[in-house]
């Protein structure tokens, strides 16, 4: 079992900015990706962005374009998601996950992803 650490989030005015971070031990290999979920009180889990480890594609939600960006450490198997102009609508537990989804089509599904981490705390206050 692979595991999966974050750090980073916490608690931000609106317009500010956050960054979360998270290393794994999964094996990058084939499909392999990695990808941030966040999951707002009363609400479903919810796709934010993801790379594929080949290439360079980075697949974002429309609702965090421009506003999130997603980067990556291949050497230290470390992705990185910058939170900037923050909303109160972003706030929720923001999951790492990673996993081998069955192509492109499937990176934003939850049900794709094997290892996820325990979750972090982003909240936006207005």
């Known amino acids: 079992q692979a595991q999966v650490e974050e750090s980073g989030g916490g608690s931000v005015q609106a317009g500010g900015s956050l960054r979360l971070s998270c290393a794994t031990s999964a094996r990058p290999f084939g499909e392999y990706a990695m990808g941030w979920f966040r999951q707002a009180p009363g609400k479903e889990r919810e796709f934010v962005a993801a790379?594929?480890?080949?290439?360079?594609?980075?697949f974002y939600a429309d609702s965090v374009k421009g506003r999130f960006t997603l980067s990556r450490d291949d050497a230290k198997n470390t992705q990185f998601l910058q939170m900037n102009n923050l909303k109160s609508e972003d706030t929720a537990v923001y999951y790492c996950a990673a996993g081998y989804p069955a192509g492109p089509s499937r990176i934003r599904w939850a049900s794709e992803y094997m290892y996820w981490g325990q979750g972090s705390q982003v909240t936006v206050s207005s």
């Open positions: 790379f594929r480890w080949r290439g360079d594609d980075i």
